[in-house]
Structure formats: structure tokens, C-alpha cells
């Protein structure tokens, strides 16, 4: 029916436990084998992360801090860095890029790196804990990996290993190794899925992929053949090159060369808006904010910045007008302006749950199911969109310049025949 393929791989993963609370350990020595919560001061607010000795007390991600504080009295609450973890981020990522053949950064604290081949010069495995050894040394954070066949059973391994462990999961230990495990432990599974299984008395991977993959199918549709091949330890997924992930990028070019500030600004704000909805869609962030312009003589400038991962518009224009300020400085007539995110990982916007406005995320997540339900354009920001008046005056200064062109083409007309 179906092939494993690729068995003979070796793909590790890499994950950095409790990452924010590992950071702000590395800060402050003081809160280490203490309950740590990261997120935002106010009730409202919601839980980034926390530590494991936190969760002892059953506070998760997602929770709201009101409650967790409820749950652990003696919880050590702090508002998220997100300049900083970005910044460790980014540490860990140099050194797996120094050493890896081929990697793949998945999300702010995890990695995919594919070894496949190094056991005929060096060893998988002990290549992977050498590795797993040098981070620990260069950064001070906890670590966990899990060595497999493929990136699925990889992942898994690695939830196994935490807190700062290894696992490795042999070709031939791969269906013993999965099937006592939870349902729950399968990547793609979420709580919708999770809830669906278990109402049918599916509570291991053991039995989920014993069950007919026809059934599978009927109940989940494509979602049911891929869920039976990973608990089949089946995933043909390649880890993909880093360097080689795309950016998402718009340009504009105008009728007519411009130098209108408020108006090169106002297109920079409406291009932004819809390129980060994009982010958003595809569960991405960026951490590079690119801006270009091209002058009327052709004459092309870019100016990039790293930032903090996000998809928030009003982070990223911010990032932008900056970037376009002190780009523009010669005045000159633009031809056109163009906007690039890049070094985009995958994760939801839950990185900024340490917000105190939770309101914030709440306006996103409905601006973008309308966007969804009638098409992009269909809630725009004030700043992005040229109001009546505007439109107005644009379209006077377009006659007023046709206008002085017809004149102008009248006269060398009469010079000509004079």
C-alpha cells in the first residue's frame, strides 16, 4: 500500500527547552529551579511560556496569566524580551549553519538538520551529541535532540529526550519506539484531531495505525492518509535548505515618478498590510525587514534591519518608514518602492502574547478571518488607504499635468510651423 522510502536517512532535530525561560535564566541566575511564566503583567494577558517546574502545577501556553497565578502562587512572572530571545535564536542558528551540511530552522527554538551519509565518515550519533554538546557550551541553554529516519519520528524522539536529552531511534526500533506513545505525540495532531480520535477510544499510535487507512480517510479526508503514514513512522518530508527559504516581497511602480513623501508613505503602509496578512496566513514570521526604492534614473538602493521575529503590521511598518526615512535622502523622482521580509520561520504571532494588549491579537485574528471570508482588501488600515479628498487633489494635479503637456505640445507645434 504504502512505502516507507527514504528509511535509510538520518535526520535530527533539534529543540531548546523552555527556550524563553532558558534565556532569562542565562539573565538572571536567580530564577533557575524556581516556576517561571513569561508573559504579560495584566490579568488579560496570556501565558508565552513557562517552566517546567510551573507546569508541575498544570500552567501551559496559551493559559491565561490570571489563571496560571491562580494554579502557582509562587510563580515568578516576567514580561517577555523578544529582542533577546531573537537574538539567541539567531546564536544557535550560526553554529548549527557552521557545522551542518544541510538545515533547516522550523520555528524561533527548533532545527532540522539532515546527517544522511555521516556514518561512513564519522558516526550519526556521535556527530549529533557533539553538536548538541557545542551549543550548550557556546550559549548556556538546554537542549534537547532526537536522531531518526525521518523528520516526523525525529521530532517525536526528541519530545521523548526533554528536559537537555538525546534519543535515537534506530530504522528497526522505529514502530516499537512510536507505538505505546500517545496520539498526542504526533506532530500534525492538534486538540481538534486529538479529541476527535480519542471519541472513537483511539489513545495510542500503537492503535491509530492499525486502524484501516480507508477509515482514516472517510473521517479526515487528506489529513487521514497522512496521519496514518506518521504513525507508521512514514514522512518523505525533506529538511529544507535554510538559506534557500523564500522571502515574500511587493513592489510598486508609479504611473508617474514621484518624491510625494506622504504618499510614498502611504503605498509603503498598503503594501505592508497585505504582505504581512501573507505572513500571517502561512503561520510565518520574519526577522529581516528589506526596503528598496529605484530612482527615475534607474539608480536602485536597498537598506535592510533584523528585527525581533513578527507578523504585526504595526511593528513591521514602523521597521519600514524608519528604513525608508533614511534611505530617501537625495529628493529625487522615484520610479518605485518595494518592500521584502525575509529569514522567515514558521510560528504563530503567539511570540507576542507577552503584549499587555491582548486586545491587539484579538483585532488581528478578526481582521484576518474577514480578510479570509471576502478577500484581502477587505479591511484596510487608514494610513495605507488615500482618503476622498486626497484621491481629489491627485486627480486635479494628473489634469493639471495633462493639461500643462497639451499646452506645452501646442507650442513647439506653433514654433515648429513658424
Not at 488581528?364 to 480578510?371: E, F, G, K, S, T
Amino acid at each position: 500500500m504504502f512505502h516507507t522510502g527514504n528509511t535509510d536517512r538520518s535526520i535530527l532535530h533539534l529543540d531548546l527547552d523552555t527556550f524563553f525561560v532558558s534565556v532569562e535564566r542565562l539573565r538572571n541566575s536567580r530564577l533557575i529551579g524556581k516556576p517561571v511564566i513569561i508573559g504579560g503583567m495584566s490579568d488579560r494577558s496570556v501565558v508565552s511560556s513557562c517552566s517546567y517546574e510551573a507546569r508541575k502545577f498544570g500552567v501551559s501556553s496559551a493559559m491565561p496569566v490570571k489563571l496560571a497565578r491562580n494554579m502557582c502562587p509562587d510563580a515568578i512572572i516576567i514580561r517577555g524580551d523578544m529582542e533577546a530571545y531573537s537574538n539567541y535564536s539567531h546564536i544557535v542558528t550560526d553554529i548549527i549553519a557552521e557545522k551542518s551540511p544541510l538545515y533547516e530552522k522550523s520555528s524561533i527554538d527548533e532545527h532540522y538538520v539532515d546527517i544522511t551519509g555521516m556514518d561512513r565518515f564519522y558516526g550519526c550519533y556521535k556527530w549529533s551529541h557533539e553538536l548538541r554538546q557545542h551549543i550548550i557550551n557556546e550559549t548556556g541553554l538546554p537542549i534537547s535532540i532526537g536522531l531518526s529516519i525521518n523528520k516526523t519520528v525525529s521530532k517525536i524522539a526528541t519530545g521523548e529526550a526533554k528536559p537537555n536529552g538525546e534519543v535515537e531511534v534506530g530504522k528497526e526500533r522505529v514502530l516499537p519506539f512510536l507505538d505505546p506513545l500517545s496520539i498526542s505525540k504526533i506532530p500534525m495532531i492538534g486538540q481538534k484531531t486529538y479529541h476527535v480520535l480519542r471519541s472513537m477510544g483511539i489513545a495510542t499510535i500503537f492503535t491509530l495505525r492499525n486502524i484501516p487507512i480507508e477509515m482514516l480517510e472517510k473521517l479526515m479526508g487528506k489529513n487521514g492518509i497522512e496521519v496514518w503514514k506518521r504513525a507508521n513512522g512514514i514522512d518523505s518530508t525533506p529538511v529544507f535548505s535554510y538559506s534557500e527559504q523564500k522571502s515574500i516581497s511587493t513592489e510598486h511602480t508609479f504611473e508617474k515618478d514621484t518624491t510625494d513623501v506622504a504618499r510614498l508613505n502611504q503605498i509603503l503602509v498598503s503594501m505592508i498590510e497585505k504582505i504581512a496578512y501573507d505572513l500571517r496566513k502561512q503561520e510565518k514570521l520574519t526577522s529581516c525587514v528589506t526596503v528598496k526604492i529605484r530612482y527615475s534614473n534607474f539608480d536602485t538602493h536597498t537598506l535592510q534591519k533584523r528585527i525581533p521575529y513578527t507578523a504585526f503590521d504595526h511593528v513591521l511598518t514602523d521597521i519600514a518608514k524608519e528604513l525608508f526615512a533614511r534611505l530617501y535622502q537625495r529628493r529625487m523622482l522615484i520610479r518605485l518602492i518595494g518592500v521584502r521580509f525575509s529569514h522567515l520561520v514558521r510560528g504563530v504571532q503567539q511570540l507576542d502574547m507577552f503584549d499587555d494588549t491582548p486586545e491587539k491579537i484579538s483585532l488581528y485574528m478578526a481582521m484576518d478571518r474577514i480578510r479570509r471570508r471576502f478577500g484581502r482588501d477587505a479591511v484596510r488600515r487608514a494610513a495605507g488607504v488615500m482618503t476622498c479628498s486626497e484621491k481629489e487633489e491627485r486627480e486635479i494635479k494628473r489634469l493639471e499635468y495633462a493639461v500643462n503637456e497639451q499646452k506645452m505640445m501646442e507650442e513647439r507645434l506653433r514654433g515648429y510651423w513658424h
